[in-house]
């Protein structure tokens, strides 16, 4: 990788972007890795969270790229071998990624449910963090800053219409609603009262 960045000669627009996605992540890898030093030394594990993942992904692709096209100039015997390669590895790490695919799904629902609380101005304590990772006043200073400039769940084409009352019009609608007893919550903003509800 980096005697292609060293190199006099002109780099392909597919080397370029390869060593672009490369260097970037390895960058902002060593950013978080000197900003939370403190953070990973008391807590080891965090260092392999999923959070950091677009990053070392990021990272392996710009590599991959890099060594396919090193590859596309080898001889038969080397691309064979690298074929083999790129087919054992993923079925190697097939029971990692099974294990881990529960785990995934669990974080996508609990950031649905937080981005749904803080669309309706509701902090809900169990799906923001307040330890050490984040606390509560960094967490409510961030959704105002999302919410100020229309993005992350602010962006989305019916944030701004929450709590909107909308007119049907025409006949009534032909369906049926069931729906569990509501569960109150004691962080709504304003003093106003929540709760969490789910039905079909």
Known sequence: MFRRALRRGPLTSIESLALTLALFAAAVSLVIGIGRLDYFVGHPGQIFADRYLPWSCMFWIGCGILLLRKLDRAGPSTRIAAAIVSIVIPIALLPSHESWAGWGEAVFRNSQQAGAAAL??????????????????????????LKHRHLGMFSTA??????????????????SIWMDSPELLAYAEGGRTAAHVHGT
């Open 158 to 175: 019916g944030a701004e219409r929450l709590g909107a009352r909308v007119d049907l019009g025409g006949p009534a609608l032909d369906a």
């Open 120 to 145: 309706s101005d509701v902090y809900d304590a169990r799906l923001f963090p307040d330890d050490e990772s984040a606390s509560t006043a960094d967490v409510r200073r961030t959704l105002d800053l």
